[in-house]
């Protein structure tokens, strides 16, 4: 009888015998099919295109040979021109072992603008299927010779004309294509495939035929609408919507660099919805064990073109870089007269502590280009390791960015800034034809944070390293001059000129950046007029730490008298700079019933004061009043709900004993007053406060930044107690009147 455990085993163990030989044969399989491919390519360079492209190879498994690689390149410039013979002579050298061999097949991409984005067995299959012996790239414009357009066949659906920056072929057909005539080093390749091609006897000898549907490459000039980037949890892709394929060679030829670069910060695996972003870790170092001895040097460019708001906070914030100082050489650049007491501040207290500085003032009229040019020599003068371009609008508010950004490793990156809740940032994701900014489909996710990684873009601004590699090669050398453009705009052309790749991160928070644009200098205090502009930095000098606590459900409330209610609302910096600001404008009301500022000129309950409209402050309260006192007010208020708030009467009140010490009992003509206290009492003066007549109970212990919030016209009748000695200072509002 048989067992029927005993089956079950032998029956298990051969389906795994069976399993584990499928596939082992399906490995060995796989490594056939890659090494039936031989790929080649051309680089004289080893460059951050060129190990995009080897990284994009060994995702699919492809083994690249790189030809040229340290030699000098003597195929003229064809970024610009014709060119590129270079490369069917090196080619021609590597295929004479092959060229009798006509099994063999040999696939050749160019590739500092190429990705692969296939394995060996699809581009194999598709070549097969394609029935040529020698198969080229197409595209929708003859180059570099339009008048040879009608000497083509006729191709009913896709593309018409040759692109020699991909071709596949067998190897005895490719050699004889390549040595058919010379060609100079200079000459180029394209013209000289084309003249193969258009030669029936020898398109027919060795079959030659265009891939004019993208089956394998597929050339983005002309054709980059056809094509859409297609997200998946575990390897993007590309899809050819013309022809409902997904190509397995890319070339960014011509114009659309650009286009490739986007592309190539999601395909080949760069980054998928899953892993986030996968070429995030490539090439990365770590500092972590290296010594502060042995740590990279690094000039630091600071750059102050224009008065910039909130440079105090900046240049704390260069002071906090986690990063020692002995290894930092500072140049700073201030061509803005308004900032030199800072500036003169900072280099006085805390240059010492850097290896180096070398100042250029505004009395130096060095323009910005040719400073941001000093910079970069001052760099190759020290021989840095790196250099650190920050603007002043740049805010670092991460204290390890320097350090992240080394350890990212890549020639050019930016830490992505964003201009708080605007979608303004320091760098491009897309041009515009004419080379100005453009929106890409991922930029809003990049500005906002829900898209994390590194991404190769077009354009950067206000903060920036460069490996000192680049600085020190003169075909990279980065240069702030192109023409008549804005040195930003020069410095980015240059570099996408040159093939130089420019990184921008969000993998964490960096800083911010500042809004410059609209910054008035005319006043004492610039800074306290920004919170329409600059509504962060606003925030973290002028509001109080402290106010948020007054809108937590969690928290008790302070109520020195029935229905009157204590918060902190702003700084004593704030407080300080308003009475500045007052004083400064020193037009103060004469506490008499005749008022001019007033409809009808006629005063009630008269105070010697200056209103907000009349230094300019008046949008600025009332902005005060509906983001961080109507909150407040809705807590303590239950039931009214008026929004935003309105007030026409918002001014500072002064008191002291030669002019108004004190106000008689009254009603304010408001739905609720609130009373904040800009100076200190026992210390700028004594007495004051106020007094609720109905409850016979007195504030006196004032707060500065603090205020007083109560009803107006009906339960609250008020004086305001005299003061003894000093100036009391206070800002009042009548809310909702």
Known sequence: MNHPIRISVVT???????????????????????????????????????????????????????????????????????????????????????????????????????????????????????????????????????????????????????????????????????????????????????????NEDLRNEHKIKLDSKSTIFHNLNGATSEVELQMSEESPYLLNTAFNNQPLVLHGNGPTKTVLNSFGNYLANAANSKDGCVACWDRMISLTDVKPENLPTVVLGIFIEKPIPFLEEFFEKIVRLEYPKDKITLFLHNAAPYHNDVVNNFVTKHSPAYAGIKTILPTDNTKEWHARNLAVDMCIQKTCDYFFSIDGEAHID????????????????????????????????????????????????????????????????????????????????????????????????????????????????????????????????????????????????????????????????????????????????????????????????????????????????????????????????????????????????????HYPPFASMNFIVRYKPDEQRELKPHHDTSTYTINIALNKVNEDFTGGGCRFTRYNCSVTDTKVGWLIMHPGKLTHQHEGLRVHTGTRYIMVSFIDP
């Open 12 to 198: 298990f163990v051969i389906a795994l015998y069976l399993f584990i030989l499928g596939v082992s044969n399906g490995e060995d399989s796989q490594q056939k099919i890659s090494s039936d491919l031989t790929i080649l390519t051309v680089a004289t360079e080893d460059n951050e295109a060129l190990q995009r492209y080897l990284r994009s190879a060994k995702v699919y498994g492809l083994t690249v040979k790189v030809l040229g690689l340290g030699d000098k390149w003597s195929g003229g410039d064809v970024r610009i021109g014709p060119g590129g013979g270079q490369k069917i002579n090196l080619v021609k050298k590597e295929l004479e072992e092959y060229k009798n061999d006509a099994k063999k097949i040999i696939l050749f991409t160019d590739c500092y603008d190429v990705l692969l984005l296939g394995p060996a067995e699809k581009i194999l299959g598709q070549f097969k299927m394609s029935n040529s012996r020698v198969l080229f790239g197409a595209e929708s414009f003859c180059w570099p010779d339009e008048n040879l357009a009608d000497s083509y066949p006729e191709v009913h659906r896709g593309k018409r004309y040759l692109n020699s920056g991909g071709y596949i072929g067998y190897a005895n057909d490719l050699y004889s294509v390549v040595t058919n005539e010379p060609i100079e080093d200079a000459g180029d390749d394209q013209r000289y495939f084309t003249k193969i091609y258009l």
């Open 398 to 641: 991460n204290p390890y960015t320097l350090k992240l950004l080394i350890e990212q490793n890549r020639g050019i990156l930016a830490p992505i800034l964003v201009r708080p809740y605007k979608a303004w940032s320091n760098f491009w994701a897309a041009l515009s034809s004419e080379g100005f900014y453009a929106r890409s489909n991922d930029y809003m996710d990049i500005v906002k944070g829900e898209r994390r990684g590194l991404w190769n873009v077009p354009f950067i601004s206000a903060a920036y390293i460069i490996n000192g590699t680049l600085i020190r090669n003169e075909a990279t050398k980065p240069s702030y001059i192109n023409n008549l453009l804005d040195a930003d705009m020069a410095f980015c052309t240059n570099n996408r000129d040159r093939g130089v790749f420019m990184f921008v991160t969000n993998r964490v928070d960096f800083g911010h950046l500042i809004n410059s644009d609209n910054f008035e200098t005319t006043h004492i205090n610039n800074e306290l007029y920004q919170l329409f502009d600059n509504r962060w930095d606003w925030e973290l000098r002028y509001l109080h730490p402290n106010w948020s606590q007054g809108i937590d459900p969690n928290t008790t409330l302070l109520e020195p008298c029935t229905d009157v209610y204590w918060f902190p609302l702003v700084t004593e910096r704030y407080c300080k700079e308003k009475v500045e600001e007052a004083e400064n404008f020193g037009q103060w009301s004469d506490g008499s019933n005749y008022d001019p500022r007033l409809d009808g000129g006629y005063e009630n309950v008269p105070t010697v004061d200056i209103h907000m409209n009349q230094i300019g402050f008046e949008a600025q309260w009332l902005e005060i009043l509906r983001l961080y006192v109507e909150p407040l007010q809705s807590r303590v208020y239950v039931g009214y709900h």
